[in-house]
């Protein structure tokens, strides 16, 4: 086919593909003509251990298959290494899909530093190592895609997992400023919450969902957003099952109090439904800082006469 996502002559590293989700998008962009560096540490899904059998086992199944891959067994903690085997056995690096996590679900009142410090190393600053060594190699040839790993846990929360949805949207906020900052470099980066039965999820998703929710129905998304064609960054997505949705924010038109008058917590309450009203038409999408900051902006001008008494039309819907 003429119009086929094919990866020839690009190099992919893909973080924790030595199972789950990793797996599948490392199968897929090596079967597209990737070559693929497969990291994975092979521990436990709580952190533990090592163990490098994980990524040697899928680098045999890309190679048996015909395609070109290559294992790394580091921490994403050290991403320099992980970018160096990609420029060690393939002399460059193209897409960079940061995958790899662990999961130390606790209820927050039992929940100990190790838990926290541990989650945040692996997820946040594992996904921020690995850019870090790959970044000047994106700018030099002024082409990159990255796609890093979120959760609905980060953008929804979760009972149980506060260490965990802190760094998931950690890694959120981490993307958008590095679509920003990558643009003009042709550095494209999104981010996915995916869902898919794999050893994560095995311990709280039924069997019958863990066989439905197939990696390999995240997969083509990473393909889509590690090619070339792909235009789209800085953007959010949830994927599973074979349904790909965006995600994106929402804000109410909100109530602009007068800007010269001190705002009492009693005007806040009086006004409370309207602050929170989604529905009432004036609804926005901010998609940028700039966009956010238009809010208050536009309430700058919203003077009342020093001697007015205040009264209650003072209150100017801050409407678009
Ligand atoms: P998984 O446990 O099957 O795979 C994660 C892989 O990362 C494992 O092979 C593990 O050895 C590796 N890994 C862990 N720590 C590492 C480190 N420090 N350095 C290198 N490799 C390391 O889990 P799954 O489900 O495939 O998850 C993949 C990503 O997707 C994770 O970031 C996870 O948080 C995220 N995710 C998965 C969901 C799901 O439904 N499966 C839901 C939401 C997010």
């Given at each position: 086919?003429g119009d ?9 590293i ?7 989700l990793?797996?599948?998008?490392a ?8 070559s693929?560096?497969v ?6 899904h ?11 086992q899928?680098?045999a199944?890309?190679?048996k298959?015909?395609?070109k891959a290559?294992a ?11 970018v ?20 130390r679900?606790?209820s927050?009142?039992r ?7 541990l989650?945040h ?10 850019v ?17 790993t ?5 953008l ?13 949207l ?6 958008k400023?590095?679509?920003?900052e ?23 998703m039924?069997?019958?969902?863990v066989e439905?929710?197939k990696?390999e ?17 800085g953007?959010i997505?949830e994927?599973?099952?074979g ?7 929402q804000?109410?038109?909100g ?8 705002l ?20 926005t ?15 700058f001008?919203?003077?009342v006469e ?7 039309d003072?209150v ?5």
């Amino acid at each position: 086919k003429g119009d086929a996502l094919r990866f020839d002559g690009q190099v992919a590293i893909v973080t924790g593909a030595g199972g789950g989700l990793g797996k599948a998008y490392a199968l897929l962009l090596a079967s597209l003509g990737a070559s693929v560096v497969v990291n994975d540490l092979g521990g436990s899904h709580s952190g533990q251990g090592s163990d490098a059998r994980a990524a040697d086992q899928v680098v045999a199944e890309i190679q048996k298959a015909g395609g070109k891959a290559v294992a790394n067994y580091d921490s994403v903690e050290e991403g320099d290494k992980v970018v160096e085997t990609a420029l060690k056995a393939f002399g460059r690096v193209d897409i960079l899909v940061n995958n790899a996590g662990i999961l130390r679900d606790k209820s927050f009142a039992r929940m100990t530093d190790a838990d926290w410090d541990l989650v945040h190393k692996v997820h946040l600053r594992g996904t921020y190592k690995v850019v870090q060594a790959a970044w000047p190699h994106f700018v030099k040839q002024k082409y990159g895609r990255i796609i890093n790993t979120a959760s609905a846990v980060g953008l929804y929360g979760n009972f149980g997992q506060a260490n965990y949805s802190a760094a998931k949207l950690g890694i959120v906020g981490f993307t958008k400023t590095l679509a920003l900052e990558g643009q003009r470099k042709n550095i494209l980066c999104n981010v996915i919450a995916p869902n898919a039965g794999t050893r994560m999820t095995a311990t709280v998703m039924p069997p019958e969902m863990v066989e439905a929710f197939k990696p390999e129905y995240v997969a083509p998304l990473i393909a889509y957003l590690g090619h070339s064609s792909n235009e789209e960054t800085g953007s959010i997505f949830e994927v599973g099952s074979g349904w790909v949705a965006k995600v994106r924010w929402q804000r109410t038109g909100g109530v602009g109090f007068p800007a010269n008058r001190a705002l009492t917590p009693e005007q806040v309450a009086k006004e409370w439904a309207r602050i929170t009203d989604f529905e009432d038409g004036r609804a926005t999408n901010p998609a940028s800082t700039q966009d956010s900051f238009s809010g208050f902006m536009d309430n700058f001008s919203n003077v009342v006469e020093e001697k007015e008494e205040p009264a209650s039309d003072d209150v100017v819907a801050n409407a678009k």
